[in-house]
Nanobody
């Protein structure tokens, strides 16, 4: 069965960093474009970043450009999101998601002083 398991969230102060991971199983991971989305209070679910199957192409929501980096290790079937220079407005539940909308259970990121 297709499965996505996110981890790496936590509580961090503004300006801090986190690295999120998403372990994939049950499908040909390297064939799937992947993305990170987040659900934030008041803004609903919003797209954050995407990456193509080989990992050679990425795109980002404007507010996270230059702060977040999406990457993948197709040998290990893991998707990553490096979060730097975190802001309070980055607080939310972060999910990895396949191109056709299959999503994991999420990992909570809380940015607060």
């Amino acid at each position: 069965d297709m499965k996505l398991v996110e981890s790496g969230g936590g509580l961090v102060q503004p300006g801090g960093s986190l690295r999120l991971s998403c372990a994939a199983s049950g499908f040909e991971f390297n064939q799937y474009p992947m993305k990170w989305v987040r659900q934030t209070p008041g803004r609903g679910v919003e797209w954050v970043a995407s990456i193509n199957g080989p990992g050679t192409g990425t795109s980002y929501k404007d507010p996270v450009k230059g702060r977040f980096t999406i990457s993948r290790d197709n040998a290990k079937n893991i998707l990553y999101l490096q979060l730097n220079s975190l802001k309070t407005e980055d607080t939310g539940m972060y999910y990895c998601e396949t191109a056709d909308g299959f999503r994991g259970q999420g990992t909570q990121v809380t940015v607060s002083s």
